[in-house]
């Protein structure tokens, strides 16, 4: 008999092998678990074209769950009374970390490999975002100074 194992996306325990993953209660649960990250991921990517930085306010300490690191990830980065939205979020999905997480995570649970590539980030694309919103951010206090 196999040792039991326990699965953190059905909550079980099972002890059939890796014939677990394979069930429809597994994959019905995996999709699940993709679907309700997935909003947040589109919504970072698009901040990846145009940066958007607001003032500071207490909701933008909001977290997310990554399911492929089963991690708490902060969906947006603070500098000072200043926030860049989503930048947490693609800071964590650009990460090596994470994708390394993220094909572990693949290859155990069996998930469809065409959806693997929307929770994967590049370095390059997270450098664009940096890079556009620190000119904001530039931009943002030499207008300060000007319009005191």
Same mark, same amino acid.
């Given at each position: 008999? +196999?040792?039991?194992? &326990?699965?953190?996306?059905? &909550?079980?325990?099972?002890?059939? %092998?890796? %014939?677990? @993953?394979?069930? *429809?209660?597994?994959? *019905?649960?995996?999709?699940? +678990?993709? #679907?309700?990250?997935?909003?947040?991921? #589109?919504? +970072?990517?698009?901040?990846?074209?145009? +940066?958007?930085?607001? &003032?500071?306010v207490p909701e933008h300490e909001r977290c997310c769950w990554c @399911?492929? /690191? $089963?991690?708490e990830v902060r969906e947006h980065l603070s500098h000072g009374n200043?926030?860049?939205?989503? $930048? %947490?979020?693609? #800071?964590?999905?650009?990460?090596?970390?994470?994708?390394?997480?993220?094909?572990?995570?693949?290859?155990?649970?069996?998930?469809? @490999?065409?959806?693997?590539?929307?929770?994967? @980030?590049?370095?390059?694309?997270?450098?664009?975002? /940096? %890079?556009?919103s620190v000119s904001f951010f530039k931009l943002l206090q030499i207008?300060?100074?000007?319009?005191?």
């Amino acid at each position: 008999m +196999a040792p039991a194992q &326990r699965c953190p996306l059905c &909550r079980q325990t099972f002890f059939c %092998g890796r %014939g677990h @993953v394979y069930s *429809r209660k597994h994959q *019905r649960q995996l999709k699940e +678990a993709l #679907e309700r990250l997935l909003p947040q991921v #589109e919504a +970072a990517r698009k901040a990846i074209r145009a +940066a958007q930085v607001e &003032r500071y306010v207490p909701e933008h300490e909001r977290c997310c769950w990554c @399911v492929c /690191c $089963g991690c708490e990830v902060r969906e947006h980065l603070s500098h000072g009374n200043l926030t860049v939205l989503y $930048g %947490g979020l693609l #800071e964590h999905l650009a990460s090596p970390e994470h994708k390394k997480a993220t094909n572990k995570f693949w290859w155990e649970n069996k998930a469809e @490999v065409q959806m693997k590539e929307k929770f994967l @980030v590049t370095p390059q694309d997270y450098v664009r975002l /940096c %890079g556009s919103s620190v000119s904001f951010f530039k931009l943002l206090q030499i207008s300060k100074k000007f319009f005191k």
